[in-house]
């Protein structure tokens, strides 16, 4: 059963960069999927934030991808996400997930509250 | 980008209903469609993928039908754990996006 897990800083501040790792056991990284960054501002739906292969291939929701980048590491088995010049709206749970080659979300990890606020 | 839009907002139904959740796409995006349920505090769980196939360990009460841009999600008998938030969501191409979300309540 693959697990992932977020982790990083629950507070960042306005116009400072939001770092978060998941780290992903019971399954390897390099395997023919893609891991995925989703987000969920309170109380409101899901947003795609974007996604890398095994490979290193990105794609990234287009509004954000000027602040996004997301990357991978295979010798930790685990994968991040950069989000820069962060503001409020940028406020929401975080969620790694791993999406089955090319096809939907299986699994999630439990999710990361991340608040901008100085 | 495709749009995916919900219907109902928010469902009030009663245990033992048959309830019915529509999602439709603003083009064309064949079966790259999934469902998804999330309760408070939880993440999501993978119900539907290519809008008609169970995901593994889903009960069978859940079914999901639907292609090009008009798709539902059937619950034959509602049960009280399936009182929760659903979601569609396409992955014909990119940006990956969600519908707004169907909140279902006990009536």
């Known amino acids: 059963q693959v697990q992932l897990q977020e982790s990083g800083p629950g507070l960042v501040k306005p116009s400072g960069t939001l770092s978060l790792t998941c780290a992903v056991s019971?399954?390897?990284?390099?395997?023919?999927?893609?891991w995925t960054w989703v987000r969920q501002p309170p109380g409101r739906g899901l947003e795609w934030i974007g996604e890398?292969?095994?490979?290193?291939?990105?794609n990234y929701n287009p509004s954000l991808k000027s602040r996004v980048t997301i990357s991978v590491d295979d010798s930790k088995n685990q994968f991040s996400v950069k989000l820069s010049s962060v503001t409020a709206a940028d406020t929401a749970v975080y969620y790694c997930?791993?999406?089955?080659?090319?096809?939907?979300?299986?699994?999630w990890g439990q999710g990361t509250m991340v608040t901008v606020s100085s | 980008d495709i749009q995916m839009t919900q219907s109902p907002s928010t469902l009030s139904a009663s245990v033992g209903d048959r309830v019915t959740i529509t999602c439709r796409a603003s083009?064309?995006?064949?079966?790259?469609l999934a469902w998804y349920q999330q309760k408070p505090g939880k993440a999501p769980n993978l119900l539907i993928y290519?809008?008609?196939s169970l995901e593994s360990g889903v009960p069978s009460r859940f079914s999901g039908s639907g292609s090009g841009t008009e798709f539902t999600l059937t619950i034959s008998s509602l049960q009280p754990d399936d009182f929760a938030t659903y979601y569609c969501q396409h992955y014909n191409s990119y940006p990956i996006g969600f519908g707004q979300g169907t909140r279902l309540e006990i009536k």
């Open positions: 019971g399954g390897s990284i390099s395997s023919s999927n893609w």
């Open positions: 890398i292969s095994r490979s290193g291939n990105t």
């Open positions: 083009q064309s995006i064949s079966i790259w």
């Open positions: 290519k809008a008609s």
């Open positions: 997930v791993r999406r089955r080659s090319n096809d939907a979300f299986d699994f």
